[in-house]
């Protein structure tokens, strides 16, 4: 079949950049210095309908990912875990834009051109900007704490926010892959915290942007983040937002690795960003 773009669809790549206090490493003669990106989310959003959903990709998702020396010059192409492809890079503009790179490969040379990078430091900041992040539990969370059994409403301080968000149980393979599903509900008490202040107010979206600061790189424009303010009212973050990438978690020789299921990702490019030509 032949297909087109759809002219109503827009996208906007999601990063949570996690540095793990490393300058720099080579392998192969390829620096990585840019942090990876440990959380990766696809928003996708029809402009005439404000729908939108998110594509949660795992951080061990196995893709094509641009490597380059000191110098930012292309090296090769590795075949590797996606969250890396943030590490070739300056750690900003470059960084997201390999990431881009990497995430259009994987869904078939679907153009992403907007994104937006939140530092992980940035957590204990947004916390005290919003007077905490109100969580509510949609299953058991008590293996992190006690108290956040499925249905419980916490309203979490930065250090609470941050052990739920990094919290990993290194002796099961999918532990990196939960802790992205984590993630996503934590995407979605932010917007739904941040929605009606939003919709009263669209200009406060960008005092927040303002105070995240060095926190944040995103090549969305002013224009752009007023439209997406102005129209946030017409949005819900409902229980069918998030749309979790299928495909099989395998132990790789040190870490675990996460294929995904390219048929449904065929699929999921043909009925969400393109209509057939007749």
């Not at 590490?87 to 990431?99: A, F, I, P, R």
């Not at 051109?113 to 058991?140: E, M, N, P, Q, W």
């Not at 017409?234 to 749309?243: E, L």
Request: proline share 2%; aromatic share 12%; net charge negative.
């Amino acid at each position: 079949n032949a297909y087109n773009y759809r002219d109503d669809m827009i996208s906007v790549l999601l990063m949570g950049v996690d540095y793990m206090s490393e300058k720099s490493h080579w392998k192969n003669g390829m620096i990585s210095n840019g942090g990876n990106s440990d959380v990766l989310a696809l928003v996708i959003l029809n402009t005439t309908t404000f729908d939108f959903s998110i594509l949660y990709i795992p951080r061990d998702t196995m893709a094509d990912v641009l490597a380059t020396d000191e110098a930012g010059n292309y090296i090769d192409t590795v075949y590797t875990n996606i969250s890396t492809a943030h590490s070739y890079g300056d750690g900003k503009e470059v960084s997201c834009e390999l990431t881009a790179d990497a995430v259009s490969r994987l869904l078939f040379s679907v153009p992403i051109t907007r994104y937006a990078a939140l530092k992980f430091d940035a957590i204990y900041k947004i916390s005290d900007i919003l007077g905490g992040l109100t969580i509510t539990f949609d299953k058991d969370y008590s293996n992190i704490n006690p108290s956040y059994t499925e249905g419980t409403t916490v309203t979490m301080s930065g250090w609470q926010l941050q052990r739920f968000i990094v919290y990993r149980d290194k002796s099961q393979t999918e532990s990196a892959y939960e802790r992205g599903v984590r993630d996503m509900l934590v995407l979605k008490a932010l917007f739904d915290q941040c929605k009606n202040k939003i919709a009263e107010e669209p200009t406060v979206v960008l005092d927040i942007m303002s105070e995240l600061g060095s926190y944040l790189t995103t090549n969305l424009d002013v224009r752009e983040i007023s439209y997406l303010a102005q129209n946030i009212g017409k949005m819900d973050f409902s229980s069918d937002t998030v749309i979790k990438l299928p495909g099989e978690v395998r132990m790789g020789e040190t870490y675990a690795e996460f294929y995904p299921d390219k048929d449904w990702l065929h699929d999921f490019v043909a009925n969400t960003f393109c209509e057939k030509i007749s």
